[in-house]
């Protein structure tokens, strides 16, 4: 799940609700946000093609999202009485996603550190012990300096590549 | 221009279209509230854009907000319905640009700590080579310069921590200065 896209989709599902439900589905629709859009257009079709209703639509997709709090922030969006009802589920939901992306971040930072003392720890007591040769220590750490090199790579790729389509 | 004033516009908007009622005539007052977009909308005007036209040409300067303005605006509601819409985005602009100041800045103390953990990091890897080519001299009774891979080493798991933070290679820079450092102090202290 892509923390960004969802906190992307409920600004924008709450931007179209201040208009109606309608518009707040077809604003998401033609935002080009994977995988959201394609369930708002999908929804979309239904309502308008066979006639399905839009709230038992939403519903639906509020029950098949694996996300659960995306899934309580919709529906509390649908029930919200008021613009500033809305406003505030906003702010609440994209507030705890900024802490949880935070702490995930931490987490990461944290686990990255531990296994860069632990991989060091390791080679550096298993070539004193004599469990591998100190020569094969140059090989490891050039395979683990590719690694990371290569998944940079890719990651600045992505990145070019999701630039270059916006 | 501002984020701030982006939603002060949109305010304006709507106060102006539910005096006049005319998309127009309400783009051409708000027109006055800011000089980079007065060329603008007075150009748009002169030359009879709709008010589709205009908005496409604003939509630099509402950035996201830009297709949705528009889209309110061209939709041919009733302008006290438009104003209330309008003053409902801003109220959502104000709270997303709130929260992306909130954002940038809890991000910047995370990027902070990060440096921090990345100079542990050098720190680190030097004590490392330092106490390895030691321990292989007390068991093996044979010198071994260890530097290099510890260093590369390292080096690897500092990419992997600035790929998580969205930084550029050159943060490889908060490792390599305390390692180098830390490399000759402790040669220099071991001998």
Known sequence: MDRKQAMRFIQLFSLGLTWSPVKAVELVAKSGLSPYSRDMRRILLASAVEGHSLQDELNTFCENLSYRPLAI????????????????????????????????????????????????????SASALGTIPPSLLSPISICLLMISIFRFLVWRLDLWKLLQKR | METASKTVIVEALADSLQFNRNPVVALKQIALWNPEIRDLIMRAIADNETTRQIMEELRNIFGDYGPWIADILTSGADPVFIGKVLRDTASIMRVMDELDAERRALLRSRRNLTRFLIVILGVMSAAFSKISELLWYMILRNPYNSSLPFALIGAAFTIFMVEEVRMSLKWLVYYLIPFLLMTFFLGYLFG
Do not use: C, P
Not at chain 1, 94 to 115: F, G, P, Q, V
């Open chain 1, 73 to 124: 922030a919709v529906k509390s969006l649908l029930q919200g009485a008021s613009s500033q009802d809305i406003v505030n589920t906003l702010k609440n939901f994209i507030r705890t996603e900024i802490e949880l992306e935070n702490r995930e971040l931490d987490h990461k930072m944290a686990i990255r550190l531990s296994a860069a003392f632990l991989t060091m720890m390791l080679l550096a």
